[in-house]
């Protein structure tokens, strides 16, 4: 019979044993008590989710929220589980879900809410001026449509609502939250009647839809512009937003189904945007020789990613690249030693002072890794080894949403 969690813990207390085995079978319990768990000195943090490319298991599995300290130790949260799931951090605490509940993780405690939603999470945001926490989630085709849901947590509660289309990307302008669909859901039938929205290659592909998201109007979302590009590979979860213009790259076909990579800036104003196509010093597309087109799509950057004029971003095979938003000229900026391939994978965030990074290597054995690179020179600041994730997971979960503090 497995035991609860909590009794697990009292038992190694009592019997004072020298290495006490989980009540899943891993060694090392290093499972907090919810009661008792703080955020301490924690300086990286990130969401184990069950691989969902695995064989459906006969019962739903957790998922963990890792608390990474400075010398690799860790606390683990259990929460009832989520795909795809992110983190948010601000001065309020260090905000993350599963589907039944909302977190707040303070200095002094961790709080939570109800909320039952769907189990794929696209994004997280932290509120201006710690007026809490944003996030969207994927609950699906609904009918003749597509559903996401929008949810609000603060420091007394949360609430949810429903919008209509799948908003892989968002962007948090000031306040405001947008969203940017390559399914438009119910919404898709609307843009027949603008010149440009309709794919000559394939009719039936979708263009890309602007929405404000939060806050809701007239309790949904508002529809602000369509951009005609259509098999956009756009899904970087979290993109940033400046003065009301979020930029972000694109990968998509156009009208005619002829391949574009460029950088993108949406006016969330006016709905109007412009694109410059990526290029390297000498004028040549990227994909000639800086960037292999087929690995564009796991790059990584998130919504602090743009610096003085340039976007910046991790590419697959490691290197940090920094392309300018007014000419989409492209250039590679440092490697990482972090690639993103078959064997492994890496993600980035970005704070105004430093560039940080977690990599999972799919040999179940090796640890999970951090590095913090210094933004401005490039220079490793520290790397951290999290030993004790794969022997006890295996193959079974992924490294997914990482979060550092927001002054690092």
Known sequence: MRLPRLVALAACAILALTACTSPDGGADLDIADPDAVKLGET???????????????????????????????KQLIETSGMTEPHVAWSDAGLFFSDDERDYILGKDRLVSFANKKAGHQQSAFALPDNKGFVAVYNEGFSGAGYANQVAITTSTGSRLYPVEGNYFMNALCGGVLNGIATD????????ATIPGMRSKADPGAQPELLSQLYPATEGKEKVLAWRGVFDAGDHNRHVPCRDGVITFLSDYS?????PHMTIVSWNTGNGAYTERPLVDVQGRPIADELVDR???????????????????????DGRIMSTETASGVTKPRFDTGFASNSGSASQVVFTERSVNLVNETFDGKAPVRIKRFDRATGKLITEIAVPGIAERFGLRYNVRGMAVPPLS
Do not use: C
Request: aromatic fraction near 10%.
């Open 254 to 258: 156009d009208a005619d189904g002829e």
């Open 294 to 316: 087929e690995t564009f799509s796991q790059k990584s950057y998130d919504a602090k990613a743009v610096r003085d004029g340039h976007l910046e971003w991790l590419a697959a």
């Open 43 to 73: 300086v990286a943090t990130f969401y184990l989710s069950p691989d969902t490319s695995a064989d459906k298991p006969a019962e739903k599995q957790p998922a963990y929220l890792v608390l990474v300290r400075a010398d690799g130790s």
């Open 184 to 191: 438009g859901g119910a919404h898709f039938a609307e843009s």
